[in-house]
């Protein structure tokens, strides 16, 4: 019954590897997130895609690509990760621009 | 472009006691409106939502929100705490015409004493 679910829920790496989380939502939404929170609990939109067309692209170095193949799923893809790039990743997803629907987050840790 | 602020970083209240959360907005038209909470380890999760009509909205979790225009303000109330409400909770201002993006305040840690 899992409505909007990540993997990994942890995922620990070393600086300069490439890694990605996966996110999929089962409600049927047309819109879909990615969050960063940082170690204050601070929430920065990343990227929102709307039925599978990239539609909020924020301030994010281009290390960052995420990827929609479908409307059901957003996955965010990390490359050469940095000490800087530690923290909880949250995907949310929402239908017609209305509340969200936050997955149980993916804490990533870089050594 | 639309801005939210929650003045209170840190609230402690006595179980029991009443709550008020607030949370001002910066929008030149009436966004929509939305408080969630997050819990230790967790997602976060939808309180309340205003977007029309009726200014005083109600809740999950026996949480309610007022929108005063005036005062530009959506702060969160609950008339008593219990020790499960401890947990992190943000405002959040959306707007229709803007992809659907939501502007998240810094986030108030609410901590319940027994």
């Known amino acids: 019954d899992t409505a909007v679910s990540q993997t990994p829920k942890y995922l620990v790496t070393q600086m300069g590897n490439d890694k990605s989380i996966k996110c999929e939502q089962n409600l049927g939404h047309d819109t879909m997130y990615w969050y960063k929170q940082d170690s204050k609990k601070f929430l920065k939109i990343m990227f929102s895609y709307n039925n599978k067309e990239l539609i909020i692209n924020e301030t994010v170095p281009n290390r960052f690509s995420p990827k929609s193949p479908d409307k059901a799923h957003l996955n965010l893809h990390i490359n050469s990760l940095e000490l800087g790039d530690s923290a909880v990743y949250f995907c949310?997803?929402?239908?017609?621009?209305?509340?969200?629907?936050f997955g149980p987050g993916t804490r990533l840790t870089v050594l | 472009a639309q801005s939210v602020t929650q003045p209170d970083i840190h609230i402690t209240v006595s179980e029991g006691a009443s709550l008020e959360l607030r949370c001002n907005y910066s929008y030149g038209a009436t966004p929509y409106l939305f408080w969630y909470v997050q819990s230790p380890g967790q997602g976060l999760q939808l309180l309340l939502k205003?977007?029309?009509?009726?200014?005083l909205v109600q809740g999950i979790k026996g949480f309610e929100a007022e929108f005063k225009r005036s005062q530009s303000s959506f702060n969160l109330r609950k008339p008593s705490v219990h020790w499960s409400d401890a947990a992190e909770y943000f405002c959040?201002?959306?707007?229709?015409?803007?992809?659907?993006?939501?502007?998240f305040g810094d986030g108030t840690t609410l901590t319940v004493k027994p």
């Open positions: 949310a997803s929402s239908l017609m621009r209305t509340e969200q629907f």
């Open positions: 205003y977007f029309s009509g009726d200014t």
């Open positions: 959040a201002v959306g707007l229709n015409t803007n992809a659907g993006k939501s502007t």
